[in-house]
C-alpha cells in the first residue's frame, strides 16, 4: 500500500520518515518530495508498505500524531487524477495568429512579422 504523510518538518529525512514507519511493519520505501530547484523538503511524501494490514494499522497510529514538532496527516495514497482541466481560470489570448518568425512563441505575444490579431477578451 501507499500512504501519503503530509505536514511533515522541514528538517525530516527519508531515513526519519522510514524508521517512524517501520515501528508498524516491513517499509519498501520512504522518500520525502522535495523541490527540484532548492532541494527543499515540500513538506510531504511517500511510504510504501507490503502488508496493508501493517500499512492500515500504521495509518491509524500515526494520524494526527506529532512528530518533530507537527501534527503529521497519514492517508492511504489516492492515484494520481488524469486528465481534466485543473482550475476554473478560462485562458485569454493576446495577440497573435499566424505568426512566422521570431517573437515569443508560447503566450500569443509576437514580436516581429507575422501576426493579425489583437486583444481577444475572453471571459
Do not use: C
Amino acid at each position: 500500500m501507499n500512504i501519503y504523510v503530509g505536514n511533515l518538518s522541514w528538517q525530516m529525512t527519508d531515513e526519519d520518515l522510514r524508521s517512524l514507519f517501520e515501528q508498524h511493519g516491513a517499509v519498501g520505501s520512504a522518500k520525502i518530495v522535495k523541490d527540484k530547484v532548492s532541494g527543499r523538503s515540500k513538506g510531504f511524501g511517500f511510504v510504501e508498505m507490503e502488508n496493508d494490514a501493517e500499512a492500515q494499522a500504521a495509518i491509524t497510529a500515526l494520524y494526527d500524531s506529532e512528530v518533530m514538532g507537527r501534527k503529521i496527516i497519514v492517508n492511504e495514497s489516492q492515484p494520481k487524477q488524469q486528465g481534466g482541466s485543473g482550475g476554473g481560470f478560462k485562458k485569454r489570448s493576446f495577440g497573435g495568429g499566424s505568426g512566422g518568425g521570431g517573437g515569443y512563441k508560447k503566450g500569443g505575444f509576437n514580436r516581429g512579422n507575422g501576426g493579425g490579431g489583437g486583444f481577444d477578451r475572453d471571459y
